[in-house]
């Protein structure tokens, strides 16, 4: 999809990640995607949900190319699915494509009914040696 006019896909389903090799693949670092405007729909009254998505990860052989992975998140737009799904469906499909030393998701959901739903994943112990930052999103405060 690099260097060509990309479609959003219509869900996540439809959308293609693609990976290439990792450029260090002799050294332990960190790589961070921060999506601060994730957008999906509630899959009961179709209204939008939104959230800031923290993502960390350590790369084994792959690293997954960032257009396709934007193209991904955008794919959630029009998609139903809670929060918990959301979060770990991105989880999931990253695991499974990169198989990564390690990976961490945060969910940080902007509040649904008055009540924010957080929702954390990660794959075990973050390595030891890799300096993996805190994600830093605060929690909801509402107006206080």
């Known amino acids: ?16 990640l693609e990976r290439v090799p990792n450029p260090h693949g002799d050294m332990a670092y960190c790589i961070r995607f ?7 729909l509630c899959p009961l009254t179709g209204q939008p ?23 991904f998140l955008g794919s959630f737009r029009n998609h139903g ?37 957080d929702v954390f994943y990660q794959t075990g112990t973050p390595p030891e040696g890799v300096w993996i930052p805190n994600q830093d999103v605060p929690g909801y405060r509402g107006r206080g």
Do not use: Q
């Not at 479609?7 to 293609?16: C, I, K, T």
């Not at 921060?34 to 999906?40: L, Q, Y």
């Open 1 to 16: 999809m690099l260097g060509a006019m990309t479609a959003l896909p219509a869900n996540p389903d439809e959308a293609v």
């Open 34 to 40: 921060a999506a601060p405007e994730f957008t999906s």
């Open 49 to 71: 949900d939104f959230a800031h998505l923290v993502l960390d990860y350590v790369p084994r052989d792959w690293i997954v190319e960032s257009k396709s992975l934007k193209l």
């Open 81 to 117: 699915a809670f929060h918990e799904a959301c979060t770990l469906d991105i989880a999931r499909r990253l695991v499974t494509l990169l198989e990564p030393v390690w990976l961490r998701i945060g969910g940080y959901w902007y509040p649904r009914g008055g009540i924010p739903i």
